[in-house]
């Protein structure tokens, strides 16, 4: 199995920034996509964004988030900008040994999630 460890989360107002930091284990991290999500309180899980051999975003964080990895540290970040109260939920690092999806129920590794509050 895969063992994945977010950092980063924490409360910021409005138009801040925050970087998350995800580790994995194994030696295999290059072949694995990568992924982050979001719950939100009484939401269900989305996706946020994704990485693999391209990046992906959902729509609405396209523009201020950042998804990029490091394959020697086997690490993967979140640089999110401009923030808004709506981004205020848990956020999970996941990882699955194949391409990206958007479904959370495919990916098959899950970090214990790091929480990201926004005020306005």
């Known amino acids: 199995q895969v063992q994945l460890v977010e950092s980063g989360g924490g409360l910021v107002q409005a138009g801040g920034s925050l970087r998350l930091s995800c580790t994995a284990s194994g030696r295999t991290f290059s072949s694995y996509a990568m992924g982050w999500f979001r719950q939100g309180p009484g939401k269900e899980r989305e996706s946020v964004a994704a990485i693999k051999w391209s990046t992906y975003y959902a729509d609405s964080v396209k523009g201020r988030f950042t998804i990029s990895r490091d394959n020697a540290k086997n690490a993967v970040y979140l640089q999110m900008t401009s923030l808004k109260p709506e981004d205020t939920a848990v956020y999970y690092c996941?990882?699955?040994?194949?391409?990206?999806?958007?479904?959370?129920?495919?990916?098959?590794?899950w970090g214990q999630g790091t929480q990201v509050t926004v005020s306005s």
């Open positions: 996941a990882a699955r040994p194949y391409s990206v999806s958007s479904d959370s129920g495919a990916w098959d590794y």
